[in-house]
């Protein structure tokens, strides 16, 4: 029993690095000095460079309403932002949510009405059309990083909290296996044993399988 403990540790203790292998970051650069380096050729079409050394992105919706109009411009603008953060930090495991991107005003909450009668084909009535400014700026990018590194130390975190869970687990399996040979005196060693193993190596799968996913 001790043996197998030892090694259900140590293969708890390997999982460690072999789960956070490929989410080790690389080296973080200031954050104006990452915008500063984007040539226009590098970025997803349609960011065009300020002369305040910003990011800008014009999406357009089209909807019967004018708040349709927004719902589609915003998540157009939402895309945008998610696939330039991409390109520019792939090292970011945190991804922002779009209500975020608006608190931080990175995605404006409103749109501006371009025209309310968009002719089109099939709708003879026309539709409105909203366009939504969408600028991000070297402040912007840090704050998003910030918000990166928290998320990391919170994986960090839970990272040991599931590998502790999965020792104590471990160890209150040998105990309990030990209580009850005493309690029956040696008359069901075999059958204890082979339930002990059965749950050690249960409890080892599982935490090495949340560690390795997530």
């Given at each position: 029993m001790r043996s197998l403990l030892a090694m259900s540790l140590f293969a708890l203790a390997l999982a460690v690095p072999v789960a956070r292998a490929s989410k080790t970051?690389?080296?973080?650069?200031?954050?104006?000095?990452?915008?500063?380096s984007i040539r226009t050729e590098e970025v997803p079409l349609g960011w065009k460079l300020t002369e305040g050394n910003n990011w800008r992105y014009v999406a357009t919706g089209y909807g019967e309403t004018?708040?349709?109009?927004?719902?589609?411009?915003?998540?157009?603008?939402?895309?945008?932002?998610?696939?330039f953060l991409r390109r520019r930090l792939p090292e970011l495991t945190w991804e922002?949510?779009?209500d975020y991107l608006i608190r931080l005003k990175v995605i404006?909450?409103?749109g501006t009405l371009v025209s309310s009668d968009v002719g089109q084909k099939d709708d003879p009535g026309g539709l409105k059309k909203v366009e939504l400014k969408v600028e991000i700026s070297p402040s912007d990018v840090e704050e998003i990083l910030r918000q990166d590194r928290l998320f990391r130390t919170q994986e960090r975190h839970w990272t040991w909290a599931k590998l502790l869970g999965g020792s104590v687990g471990l160890l209150l399996i040998v105990a309990g296996y030990y209580r009850l040979e005493e309690m029956t005196k040696?008359?069901?060693?075999t059958r204890l044993r082979v339930a002990a193993v059965c749950c050690s190596l249960?409890?080892?799968?599982?935490?090495?399988?949340?560690?390795?996913i997530g």
């Open positions: 970051p690389a080296p973080p650069q200031p954050a104006r000095d990452r915008l500063d004018q708040a349709n109009a927004e719902h589609q411009a915003q998540t157009e603008a939402y895309k945008a932002v998610l696939k922002p949510s779009l404006p909450a409103n040696g008359y069901y060693t249960l409890v080892s799968a599982v935490v090495v399988l949340l560690l390795v």
